[in-house]
C-alpha cells in the first residue's frame, strides 16, 4: 500500500482504530512515543533546508557568545584600566578638590598624610594604597616644540600592581630619580628622547607660575589613548618641586581585598572633616552606570539577534505545513492529535535550534578562548578617541554565557516554531488529504 496514498491510508486509519485494541493504541499514546522518531526523520528527509536553517542558527548562537566575550573582556579592561589609574576601588581627597577635580586645583592637596596612612594601614579591608599628585602643565623642549601635557607623580615601587612601570618602558629607562617619563605618543609630538632635556611649567600651589628643568629617563606606552598623548611622570620629590608643595598629596587611590566592601570601608573610615572618601562608581559618574548596565543592553541585543534568525524556522516551517498536507492528514487519519501535531511541528524547530545554537556557542566559545591568550589590538582604532578604552582586549571566557545563548536561541526557536504548528494543528484530516 502506498503510504501517502490519501484514499488508502485514510481507509487503513479507520480500519487500524476503529477496535478496541485501536482505541488502546491511541489511549496508550503509541503516536506520543513516536513523535521524536517522526521530528528526526522529517529534518533529515530535506537535509539541505534544514542545514540552512540550522546554520542561521548556529550563527546566532555564535554570534550571542563571542558578541559577550568581547564586550565583557572590553568593559572589563576598561573598568580595571581606570580604577587603577584614575579612582582606586575609593578615591580619597580633600573635599574641594573633589568638586573642582576636573580643573585639578593644585592647591587643594592632603596635608595630614600620615594620619590617613596609619587609618588606611589599620583597616581591615585594605588591601593597598597609592598617592598621586596631579597636574596640568606646558612642556618646552629646546628644539622649540611646545605641547600641553598631564603630570602624573607616583612611586614606581609601591605601584606594582596598579602602574607597573617598568613593563611599559619601551625605550631608556624608568629611573624616576633620574628625570621624567614621556608617555609614547607625547615624545613624538616633541621630538623628544631619552637624553634629552625638557622644561616643564606649571601652576604651583600658591596660585603663581612654576618650572623646573628635567631629563628625559625614559619613554612608556600607557596604553590608552587620552595618557599617551599627554602624560609626564615624575617622582614626588620632582613633582612636589614644580608644585611647590610639601609633603601632601592630591589624591590616594584605595584599593581593597574585595569590591564588594566598599561600602562598608567607608562607613569605618574616620577621617579628617576637610578629607571625602569616595567609591569609584560615584567618581565615574555616566560611566558607572553604562558598566552597571550593559549586560542588560547587550542581553536585548542578544534576543534581537536570535530572533531574527528564528525567523528562518518561522519560513521553513510554514513551507513545511503546506509541502506536508497529505502527510498531516494521513497522521491525523491514523489517530495523531492536534496536540501531537503541534508538539511535532514545534519539536522540529527546537531540534534545529538547539543543535546549531549549541554547535554556535561552543564555536563561540572557543574562539573566544584563542582571542583570550593571544588579544586583540586595537591601538589603531581607539587612538583618536577619549573613552577609556586599553588598546589589546582579550575576550572573556565564561561557560555561564553558552548556557545562556543556548536558552535563548532553543527557547526563541520553539517560539518561532509556533505559528506555522498552529496551522497544522488546525487543519482537518479531510481538509489535508483533499490538499494535493
Given at each position: 500500500?502506498?503510504?501517502?496514498?490519501?484514499?488508502?491510508?485514510?481507509?487503513?486509519?479507520?480500519?487500524?482504530?476503529?477496535?478496541?485494541?485501536?482505541?488502546?493504541?491511541?489511549?496508550?499514546g503509541v503516536f506520543k512515543m513516536?513523535?521524536?522518531?517522526?521530528?528526526?526523520?522529517?529534518?533529515?528527509?530535506?537535509?539541505?533546508?534544514?542545514?540552512?536553517?540550522?546554520?542561521?542558527?548556529?550563527?546566532?548562537?555564535?554570534?550571542?557568545?563571542?558578541l559577550h566575550?568581547?564586550?565583557?573582556?572590553?568593559?572589563?579592561?576598561?573598568?580595571?584600566?581606570?580604577?587603577?589609574?584614575?579612582?582606586?576601588?575609593?578615591?580619597?581627597?580633600?573635599k574641594e578638590y573633589f568638586e573642582r577635580r576636573i580643573f585639578l586645583p593644585q592647591e587643594e592637596n592632603i596635608q595630614d598624610l600620615d594620619e590617613v596612612q596609619k587609618i588606611l594601614d589599620n583597616s581591615k579591608y585594605v588591601d593597598f594604597y597609592a598617592l598621586r599628585i596631579k597636574?596640568?602643565?606646558?612642556?618646552?623642549?629646546?628644539?622649540?616644540?611646545?605641547?600641553?601635557?598631564?603630570?602624573?607623580?607616583?612611586?614606581?615601587?609601591?605601584?606594582?600592581?596598579?602602574?607597573?612601570?617598568?613593563?611599559?618602558i619601551v625605550e631608556g629607562e624608568n629611573d624616576l630619580t633620574k628625570g621624567c617619563v614621556l608617555a609614547i605618543d607625547l615624545a613624538r609630538s616633541l621630538r623628544a628622547k631619552p637624553g634629552d632635556t625638557i622644561i616643564i611649567l606649571s601652576r604651583s600651589a600658591y596660585g603663581g607660575l612654576s618650572a623646573i628643568k628635567i631629563p628625559i629617563s625614559g619613554i612608556a606606552?600607557?596604553?590608552?589613548?587620552?595618557?599617551?598623548?599627554?602624560?609626564?611622570?615624575?617622582?614626588?620629590?620632582?613633582?612636589?618641586?614644580?608644585?611647590k608643595m610639601a609633603d601632601g598629596a592630591h589624591e590616594i587611590l584605595v584599593f581593597l581585598k574585595k569590591e564588594g566592601d566598599?561600602?562598608?570601608?567607608?562607613?569605618?573610615?574616620?577621617?579628617?572633616?576637610?578629607?571625602?572618601?569616595?567609591?569609584?562608581?560615584?567618581?565615574?559618574?555616566?560611566?558607572?552606570?553604562?558598566?552597571k548596565f550593559a549586560d542588560i543592553f547587550y542581553m536585548t541585543i542578544y534576543i534581537l539577534i536570535t530572533l531574527l534568525a528564528a525567523f528562518a524556522i518561522v519560513n521553513t516551517k510554514t513551507v513545511a505545513v503546506f509541502e506536508r498536507m497529505r502527510e498531516i492528514g494521513t497522521l491525523k487519519a491514523l489517530g495523531m492529535t492536534d496536540n501531537e501535531i503541534f508538539l511535532l511541528f514545534g519539536l522540529e524547530g527546537t531540534i534545529i535550534g538547539?543543535?546549531?545554537?549549541?554547535?554556535?556557542?561552543?564555536?563561540?566559545?572557543?574562539?573566544?578562548?584563542?582571542?583570550?591568550?593571544?588579544?586583540?589590538?586595537?591601538?589603531?582604532?581607539?587612538?583618536?578617541?577619549?573613552?577609556?578604552?586599553p588598546y589589546v582586549i582579550r575576550p572573556s571566557v565564561n561557560p555561564w554565557i553558552l548556557l545562556i545563548a543556548f536558552v535563548i536561541v532553543t527557547s526563541m526557536s520553539f517560539l518561532?516554531?509556533?505559528?506555522?504548528?498552529?496551522?497544522?494543528?488546525?487543519?482537518?484530516?479531510?481538509?489535508?488529504?483533499?490538499?494535493l
Open positions: 500500500m502506498d503510504f501517502f496514498n490519501s484514499g488508502a491510508c485514510f481507509h487503513f486509519g479507520r480500519q487500524l482504530f476503529s477496535g478496541k485494541k485501536g482505541k488502546e493504541a491511541i489511549a496508550g513516536d513523535i521524536k522518531k517522526l521530528a528526526f526523520r522529517n529534518l533529515l528527509r530535506n537535509k539541505r533546508r534544514t542545514l540552512l536553517t540550522a546554520l542561521s542558527l548556529f550563527v546566532s548562537g555564535f554570534v550571542i557568545v563571542a566575550g568581547y564586550l565583557r573582556g572590553a568593559l572589563d579592561a576598561s573598568k580595571e584600566m581606570i580604577i587603577k589609574l584614575d579612582t582606586g576601588h575609593v578615591l580619597i581627597t580633600t597636574a596640568s602643565s606646558m612642556i618646552f623642549t629646546k628644539n622649540g616644540a611646545t605641547k600641553p601635557a598631564y603630570i602624573f607623580a607616583i612611586d614606581p615601587q609601591k605601584e606594582k600592581k596598579t602602574f607597573d612601570l617598568s613593563r611599559k606606552t600607557i596604553g590608552y589613548a587620552a595618557f599617551d598623548r599627554s602624560l609626564v611622570i615624575l617622582s614626588f620629590e620632582n613633582a612636589r618641586k614644580l608644585l566598599i561600602n562598608k570601608f567607608i562607613r569605618s573610615l574616620k577621617l579628617p572633616e576637610n578629607l571625602v572618601a569616595n567609591p569609584y562608581t560615584f567618581v565615574l559618574g555616566g560611566f558607572a552606570f553604562f558598566y538547539t543543535a546549531g545554537g549549541l554547535a554556535g556557542g561552543l564555536a563561540g566559545l572557543f574562539t573566544n578562548a584563542i582571542l583570550h591568550i593571544k588579544g586583540m589590538n586595537f591601538e589603531s582604532m581607539v587612538k583618536g578617541i577619549e573613552f577609556p578604552f518561532a516554531s509556533t505559528l506555522p504548528a498552529l496551522q497544522a494543528k488546525k487543519l482537518s484530516p479531510q481538509e489535508a488529504l483533499r490538499t
